[in-house]
């Protein structure tokens, strides 16, 4: 071997070494180049990649076995809930509260699960700032970006407004990311303007719109990613005892709805969401009452029925402090009731029969026995959609709202 040759080989085996602890020391630092690069590529083009071409070798092989295992366990779970005494029980656990006790909940929720108006700073970007974001999508002739800051967290709010709009469509797209990456988003957009509805486009904290590397707030463990909502739970401002750490994911979109209802005079405002979306969706259509219909896709289901899902959802979804004082069918109810505590408004929950993510046939069809069937809960509807995608099926959308609407 000749000296040049020797040289290459030991060049690049003293690359290969140093990119390889190079590319370790950057795991958990979102901080680092490649952390940055892989936090710009949007959530839905990651997870894919993950899934096609950065695929582990036994990723296949274990991925039929868990398949196999989740199917005897939910022909066990079936025979379980199919119990009739079981059945019984269920419907008894998941009788809805009382007026008052509703009531005492949603101004639980708005004095220690929201920030105090006094802690947020509300502002509009100018023309240069919408610019420098280059979202491409975002075409609307008479657009805004509204933004809301709390400590060192921002939360933007994209708003189009309809030739007469005297309407509003709230839509969040959840972990999904930005909504101008879904095709369905479009058509949802698109139909609505016809219609005159101004459309509110808003993301989760940490994701999409909200992406941001450099966060701060009080209780902030340092290097944690934005994305991972874990990552707010240690929040704890000495200044305000009294707010949960969950205030820190509700409190952006919350103050973008309000900030924009409380300043326009709408004749309609609904609030659609999927996912992650569908969370913020219900959580905050229990609170606004100014919205008259809401929309989860995929979105919540009661704690106890998650057994039948693959993963209990995100911390937000069942780890936060709120859900040791209520469950989700009391945030539906809310979701119907408006500032006098009368049923006038709508509430749907929409599940994909085949949903590959979240929330599938089995839990749905024993959420709607248990509150559509048994309670009958006016103005609360649950819905089974023929969907194999996690995803809005927009003409089963637009039929059933538009119907009544």
Request: aromatic share 14%.
């Amino acid at each position: 071997m000749n000296k040049k040759s020797l040289i290459l080989i030991s060049s690049t085996i003293i690359l290969i070494l140093i990119t390889y602890i190079y590319l370790n020391s950057t795991i958990g630092n979102p901080n680092s180049l490649i952390q940055k690069i892989k936090l710009s590529i949007p959530y839905n083009i990651r997870l894919k990649l993950k899934e096609t071409i950065f695929v582990h070798k036994n990723q296949e092989n274990l991925k039929k076995q868990i398949i196999e295992i989740k199917k005897r366990n939910d022909q066990k779970l079936k025979k379980i809930f199919s119990n009739e005494n079981v059945k019984k029980r269920l419907i008894k656990y998941y009788e809805p509260l009382s007026l008052s006790e509703l009531e005492n909940l949603r101004q639980i929720i708005k004095e220690k699960y929201v920030l105090d108006l006094d802690q947020v700073k509300f502002s509009q970007l100018d023309n240069s700032e919408i610019e420098r974001l280059g979202l491409k999508n975002f075409t609307g002739k008479k657009k805004k970006i509204f933004k809301i800051k709390y400590y060192d967290l921002i939360h933007y709010g994209f708003f189009e407004k309809a030739q007469n709009g005297k309407k509003l469509l709230i839509y969040n797209q959840g972990h999904g990311g930005s909504p101008f990456e879904f095709e369905y988003f479009s058509e949802i957009k698109k139909k609505f303007i016809s219609k005159d509805y101004d459309i509110l486009s808003l993301s989760m904290t940490g994701i999409g719109f909200n992406e941001d590397l450099e966060i701060d707030f009080p209780g902030y463990k340092k290097n944690k990613i934005s994305s991972n909502h874990y990552t707010y739970k240690t929040f704890y401002d000495p200044e305000k005892p009294n707010k949960e750490p969950l205030s820190l994911m509700t409190s952006g979109n919350y103050y973008l709805i309000k900030n924009l209802i409380n300043n326009k005079n709408y004749e309609e405002i609904i609030m659609v969401g999927i996912s992650g979306g569908g969370w913020y969706t219900t959580i905050l259509s229990a609170i606004i009452p100014e919205i008259k219909t809401s929309y989860s896709f995929a979105g919540t289901m009661p704690i106890l029925l998650r057994v039948f899902d693959k993963f209990a959802g995100d911390w937000e979804q069942y780890d936060s402090s709120l859900f040791e004082i209520l469950d989700y069918d009391s945030l539906y109810i809310l979701s119907t009731l408006d500032e006098k505590f009368n049923s006038t408004r709508r509430h749907v929950q929409v599940y994909n029969k085949e949903d590959p993510c979240c929330f599938n046939e089995k839990s749905a069809n024993l959420l709607k026995f248990i509150l559509n069937e048994s309670y009958s809960i006016n103005n609360f509807e649950i819905k089974i959609v023929d969907n194999n995608k996690h995803s809005i099926d927009t003409k089963f959308f637009f039929n059933d709202y538009f119907k009544l609407n």
